[in-house]
């Protein structure tokens, strides 16, 4: 049944892990995402200030980061960079990535602890099935509705842990 609210979702994979470059290395929250399907439920794509939001790429990805981070790690469009993160065994990954666009949103905290990946090759480097999913964020029409449908999702869900904005981030 259709529900009162509900604007569109996504799925995303989340790993802790850091971007290093020779200017040293920052602990961040990597973010595998369906760059057309993140669109409808998020606008971070909104907030770039130079390159674009997650273009199509051959070898190496072009990774979406904050300026914050960029300035940290005096990476600019266009520059290489690494990060590191858990895969499915356990044992860490590398991937080499180039930055392919940064954001910049009124948090700067957020900026430089956010990155965003295509969540098809952070998935293919996990171990992963394309099809397997950390999160599943929900778009709602207000801040209310996304109350309802969190509270709604909590009695049909099992051993899965839902929470609204209100939960997740407060400050936003």
């Not at 900026?111 to 929900?138: C, Q, R, T, W």
């Amino acid at each position: 049944a259709e529900q009162v609210g509900y604007v569109n979702h996504t799925a995303r994979l989340v790993q802790m892990g850091s971007a290093n470059s020779s200017r040293g290395n920052v602990g961040v929250r990597i973010q595998g995402v369906d760059p057309a399907a993140d669109t409808l439920v998020f606008d971070i794509h909104n907030k770039i200030v130079e390159g674009e939001y997650l273009p199509e790429f051959r070898r190496v990805p072009k990774a979406f980061i904050g300026l914050a981070l960029a300035e940290e790690l005096k990476l600019e469009v266009g520059s290489t960079f690494t990060l590191k993160f858990q895969g499915v065994n356990g044992g860490f990954v590398e991937v080499r990535c180039k930055v392919g666009g940064l954001f910049r949103t009124v948090s700067s905290a957020f900026d430089k602890m956010n990155v965003f990946l295509p969540k098809d090759f952070m998935a293919n480097n996990m171990g992963i099935a394309s099809d397997e999913a950390h999160e599943i964020v929900y778009k709602t029409t207000t801040k209310e509705a996304a109350i309802d449908w969190a509270n709604g999702l909590k009695q049909v869900t099992e051993g899965v842990e839902v929470e609204s904005w209100k939960e997740v981030s407060p400050e936003l």
